[in-house]
């Protein structure tokens, strides 16, 4: 992967999130789950002392949240393989490297994942979004907690008219969800 160390576990931490986010099912290899720099082989162990690390504990904090997450929030699972379960918000700002679906569930507080593909924060960036009202932040791959920057949207956005701004750090993907 191309980038200096903070860029690499930051288009990391990006797709995972957005792996988590997107229908389907999620697979990691071993070691993925604390990126492991090396090829697993089965001639060794994984890299275990790797997790002395702060950047590589900060990948494998994301993976335990994003599964914690996926697990508790059924707008996120519940039709992974039905079309009813996702819709796109934006899906053709290649200008900016921005994508952004909503996942759905009936009955359930639907989740808007958003990915700023580019090493540049988008801020004030404006996102549709089907109701208006709060929306809380409930992952941001950027967190200080994942070894990101912890630019975010400091717990959520209200949005009004059909639309919010929000702040999109570089090179990361946030869920809001719809709090009403």
Request: with cysteine; glycine share 10%.
């Amino acid at each position: 992967m191309a980038g200096d160390d903070w860029q690499q576990f930051a288009n990391l931490r990006a797709y995972y999130a957005f792996m988590w986010g997107y229908p389907g099912k999620k697979l990691l290899f071993m070691g993925q789950e604390f990126a492991q720099r090396q090829e697993w082989s089965e001639d060794r162990a994984l890299d275990w002392h790797l997790r002395c690390s702060s950047s590589h504990e900060g990948i494998r904090n994301l993976v335990r949240d994003l599964n914690r997450l996926y697990r508790e929030t059924p707008a996120l699972h519940a039709r992974d393989c039905e079309g009813e379960g996702f819709e796109w918000l934006i899906g053709d700002d290649a200008a900016n490297s921005v994508f952004a679906w909503l996942r759905k569930a009936p009955g359930e507080k639907p989740v808007a994942v958003i990915a700023n593909l580019t090493p540049v924060a988008r801020a004030p960036y404006r996102v549709p979004l089907p109701h208006d009202g709060r929306w809380r932040e409930i992952i941001n791959s950027d967190a200080h907690h994942y070894w990101g920057s912890g630019l975010g949207n400091m717990g959520g956005v209200d949005a009004k008219d059909g639309a919010a701004w929000v702040t999109l750090p570089p090179l990361a993907t946030i869920m809001l969800q719809y709090d009403g």
